[in-house]
């Protein structure tokens, strides 16, 4: 970081006119040093960064938006003099909701297929958790001992309720608008069938869970696409994995078919494979835990490769294997959206 606002210091002093341009720098995460590269430019001139969501990026990624917005703003009284003002001035430093920090770093994941590690600064799961109980007393005495800024801050309700399978329309929608999630009633029509659905298997729904929920059910639908009818799976010590797969395609036609693999995923991705008939690689599978427990939601996030494309699916639900079938789907339909528009492309060009 000292190199890096020695080298903005000498552009500064050696470039004629340099106060007529706008300084701009884009910081690799190479070292892990990204916020802090970014943050010493600005302390010496620098008035725009480019960086990204989560800090997704070639490599180790880039800056990222929320570390450097909240360092702005929590340290604000240190970044004013760099920016002409009185120390205790209350002036916003950047013209950035940070409200909306939170759901569009969850919106980024979903898009890009990209997991955000719970110990992430800012929006990582863990970024608000306390299981110390020194941390723990500290927090219930006096939160600004651990916490330098508040969770609602970012976005997040200040406090997790906990809804069940009993809870009613009315309250769903109102902790949904809590959480900021605005939908139209269709969309509210088909998470609370899902949620209805969740709630009957699991015994508490926290917020984490209603909005893997949401998630989901609102995710854009390829019009047309594959459907995932009938998944089932039986596996064991001493059974060979199989997965029985039923899909409705494009045009209507029920397609079924049933697959040993080498393991419960493996059978039901080779099977949903041979009724889709679209080609892919697969090239990354992961499984997060919305909430702690035997019962919580698993969310399944993959990713497939077709020729130098990259389409991302995710799913969740209580079994993992329905949530990786899920996901796959999702990410099929995303491929199979895009080999459409090739397909209507050349038909417009012929």
């Known amino acids: 970081p000292k190199d890096m606002g020695l080298l903005i210091q000498g552009i500064r002093e050696n470039v004629p006119n340099i106060s007529q341009a706008i300084l701009s720098v884009h910081t ?7 916020t802090a590269n970014a943050l010493a430019a600005i ?23 929320e570390e450097i917005v909240m360092a702005l703003q929590v340290r604000k009284a240190y970044f004013n003099p760099y920016f002409g003002r009185p120390a205790e001035s209350e002036a916003p430093l950047m013209n950035i909701k940070t409200t909306e920090i939170y759901k569009t770093s969850c919106l980024v994941s979903q898009l890009t297929g990209m997991l955000v590690q719970p110990n992430k600064a800012i929006v990582g799961a863990n970024a608000f958790a306390h299981e110390s109980g020194i941390h723990q007393d500290g927090i219930l005495k006096h939160r600004q001992t651990y916490e330098i800024m508040a969770s609602t801050d970012i976005g997040l309700p200040e406090n997790r309720i906990v809804l069940g399978k009993h809870s009613g329309r009315n309250a769903f929608r109102t902790r949904l608008q809590e959480l900021g999630f605005d939908l139209n009633e269709a969309d509210f029509n088909k998470a609370f069938i899902r949620f209805k659905e969740v709630a009957d298997k699991k015994k508490e729904m926290s917020d984490w869970d209603l909005e893997a929920i949401v998630r989901d059910e609102t995710q854009i639908q390829v019009e047309s696409g594959f459907r ?12 060979c994995p199989t997965a029985t797969i039923t899909v409705v ?11 040993v693999g080498v393991g419960p995923v ?5 099977a949903i494979n041979r009724l889709v ?12 835990s919305v909430t702690e427990g035997i019962d919580a939601l698993g969310t399944v996030t993959i990713r497939l490769r077709y020729e130098e494309q990259i389409f991302s699916g995710q799913a969740s639900d209580t079994d993992i294997v329905v949530a990786a079938a899920y996901a796959y789907m999702n990410a099929l339909n995303r491929l199979y959206r895009q080999l459409q528009s090739s397909v209507d492309l050349q038909a417009v060009g012929s």
């Open 28 to 34: 690799q995460n190479d070292l892990g040093l990204a």
């Open 43 to 65: 302390e010496n001139g620098v008035r725009q960064v480019e960086c990204t969501i989560n800090g997704i990026g070639e490599r180790a990624g880039n800056a990222a938006l």
């Open 266 to 270: 493996d059978a039901v991705y080779q």
């Open 228 to 239: 995932l009818e009938y998944v089932q799976v039986t596996c064991g010590d001493y059974t």
């Open 249 to 259: 395609t494009p045009d209507g036609t029920i397609r079924t078919d049933a697959v």
């Open 277 to 288: 008939q679209i080609p892919n690689q697969l090239i990354e599978f992961s499984v997060q």
